[in-house]
């Protein structure tokens, strides 16, 4: 009976949680060229709490016909039931500039054409180790030092067009560098790549990312309230943009690390 009660509690603060969501996205929704249908699918990606100032944020990540859309991300910050719209890189207009949203070659292909466009060596083996929904892991001898998970999303190409492509990283063998790369759905032409090993630190006598977020999200700020309510932000080229010819502002809250800087 308890663990009955404490699921239903549980199930019905995410429901008050997904309502705020929602409720602050519609609000802010007109004033960024955003309509009702580019907003009205989306997911949390990622939650935060900030014990010192009992702040929760969410990363609530765009979706078009259950896909994914790569760095649509907001940030949504929650205190006392009242939301706060901290940062936005939704797609305005995204039911239009849609092109694709299936794929025509396989996870497995994508892997493959990746690899060649790298010019990387083929794996001497690659053996898929799971697989669900639009994820699948792979194991890649001879090409990835860790497993490789290739995920069905859409991306935004420079020219506004919206593609279906497979999202997958490869870590090479020589680690001199750890490949982010979206690879087209339907033709396997590499669209998008990045180096995860020159923008990431694990730190000392770590030799393994795995565990760590590495995507790049690049915000448009919005009005963000006095800092006593959410804490101090910054619009800046934050990690893992090197400069502004790698990549845009975003808004980072409360970037500070407690531990180091009491």
Known sequence: FLFLSFSIVNSLSAQDNNSILQSVINEKASAYNLSSNDVKSWGITDTHEDKSTGISYYYITQKHQGLFV????????????????????????????????????????????????????????????????????????GLSKEDINVRLKLFLSNDESIRAVWDLDIYQMNQEHWWHVRVDAQTGELLDQTDWVSQCNVGPGSGSHAGHNHTIEEFTSFDIPNSSVLGASYNVFAIPVESPSHGARSIVVDPENLSASP
């Open 70 to 141: 790569h760095n649509a991300i907001s940030v949504i910050a929650i205190k006392d039931q009242k939301a706060y719209l901290t940062a936005n890189n939704f797609v305005s207009k995204l039911e239009e500039k849609v092109e694709t949203t299936t794929a025509t070659i396989s996870a497995k292909e994508a892997v493959l054409s990746a690899a060649s466009a790298l010019g990387l060596q083929f794996p001497r083996r690659i053996t898929e180790k799971q697989s669900k929904e639009n994820h699948h892991v792979f194991s890649a001898e």
